[in-house]
């Protein structure tokens, strides 16, 4: 048999075992200078197929929302949508000259009763 159909279907097989098995590929690199430790890199790489990674439990992809098509925004991003609108319907009911919960009816804003003023330095 010529070397070329041997390579390729050996090949194909391996490529068909790793992505039905999985394989993860781990690895550190770190940069010391007299001891001290500068950088520390670990590596993690996992090849398998789609199938595999959903049966350990990977599926980042389908909350990404650049990758999936699917995806709704992060809770975080739903919470401040949800409050920024709560935010605006509260906006929308103050009236103008209205007063908050730390300035009662008859005080000035800061607190001091309407009618004494605090006179400034002359």
Do not use: C, F
């Amino acid at each position: 048999m010529p070397y070329g159909q041997t390579s390729s279907s050996s090949l194909a097989d391996i490529l068909e075992r790793v992505l039905d098995k999985g394989i993860v590929i781990a690895g550190d690199i770190r940069i010391n200078l007299l001891d001290i430790e500068l950088l520390t890199i670990k590596l993690r790489i996992l090849i398998a197929s789609v199938d595999k990674a959903k049966e350990m439990g990977i599926d980042w992809w389908e909350h990404d929302p650049s990758l999936s098509s699917r995806h709704t925004g992060s809770p975080l991003e739903q919470e401040n949508r949800r409050l920024r609108a709560e935010l605006e319907a509260l906006r929308g009911r103050l009236e103008p000259g209205g007063y908050d919960e730390e300035e009662a009816p008859g005080e000035e804003p800061g607190g001091r009763p309407a009618g004494r003023r605090r006179e400034g330095p002359p």
